[in-house]
């Protein structure tokens, strides 16, 4: 009994180990757009995030994407901008996977895309449309490569050729988030946008102000010359 309880319990560690590597995953309902984007920032808990509105063709420093099927180069710039005010959860433009988007293909919709973070991040968010199951199949989701289940498995995703919801990605831990995958089961067949998509970056280590450096040293000088003078 007791090697079956330490069985269990190795079982549960292994099960929480794995678990502890994903991240913390909400989806909030296409409702939650506001043209406030001052509220709906606070409302996703992603106020002082950095925001990528695709309103130019270059990404914030650090982002890249690269589309899937047909696969293309990692790249931190768009071939043009797409305006669609009905999809953008921000200023009008959006990033879309579709034929004719941003990236000007001339055939068939983009089965996915990839979105990369320099040095990893602890935060992501992106405001979603058109992801449609009917058309695409079930969209899975993809965390520095592994998999995270569908978007359809959040209650608050809604399948529409409108506003689909705001996915937020909280990395736990020591973790950080170096890749986010979104990928229709179907080839071809979904177009989707993506806009309003908001980066947590890691904290780095401080560095001293020379000042600072100054004041430290003297202050160790000062208490080396005293611990002297008691000595005496």
Known sequence: ????????????????????????????????????????????GITGYEIESFDDTQLIDGLSYSFINPDTEQSTELVNVLNYPGLSWDDGYVLSNGNGGNNRWSGTWVQGITFFFEGGITGFGTGMAQVETGYGGLHSLQINGQDYGYLEDHANFASSNGRNGYLKINAEGNELIHSVTILSSRANADGFTFDHLAISRAASAAVPEPTSIALLALGLIGGGFSRRLMKK
């Open 1 to 44: 009994m007791k090697k079956i309880s330490q069985l269990l319990l190795t079982s549960s560690f292994l099960l929480a180990s794995a678990a502890s590597q994903a991240s913390l995953i909400n989806f909030y309902a296409p409702g939650v757009y506001s043209s406030d984007i001052s509220a709906m920032d606070a409302a996703l």
